[in-house]
Nanobody
């Protein structure tokens, strides 16, 4: 069992930066692919980033590529999402997720992730 707790959300101006974190309980954090998803009001939850268990591989959709960076510190059981050049469309609740899945096309698929945090709100003012 893995419990995930996000933190670091808040209000930021367009063009600004924010780093959110997700800390996991349990000893098996380093075994999991970690992902970030987000859900804006009235929209479906969408994939934002993923990182392999030891952090050697990352994957992003085009909407955030070159602006967002996912990283992890397995010694601290923590995954981060550094968000730069934020735009109003980035406003959403951001969720971290952990999954024992195969690296590939399934990274974008919510149901492939077994554990989820409660989410942290990120609001970008224009």
């Amino acid at each position: 069992q893995v419990q995930l707790v996000e933190s670091g959300g808040g209000l930021v101006q367009a063009g600004g930066s924010l780093r959110i974190s997700c800390t996991a309980s349990g000893r098996t954090f380093s075994m999991y692919i970690m992902g970030w998803f987000r859900q804006a009001p009235g929209k479906e939850r969408e994939f934002v980033a993923a990182i392999s268990p030891i952090g050697t591989r990352t994957y992003y959709p085009d909407s955030v590529k070159d602006r967002f960076t996912i990283s992890r510190d397995n010694a601290k059981n923590t995954v981060y999402l550094q968000m730069n050049s934020l735009i109003a469309e980035d406003t959403a609740v951001y969720y971290c997720a952990a999954g024992d899945l195969v690296w590939g096309s399934s990274l974008r698929v919510e149901k492939e992730y077994h554990y989820w945090g409660q989410g942290t709100q990120v609001t970008v003012s224009s």
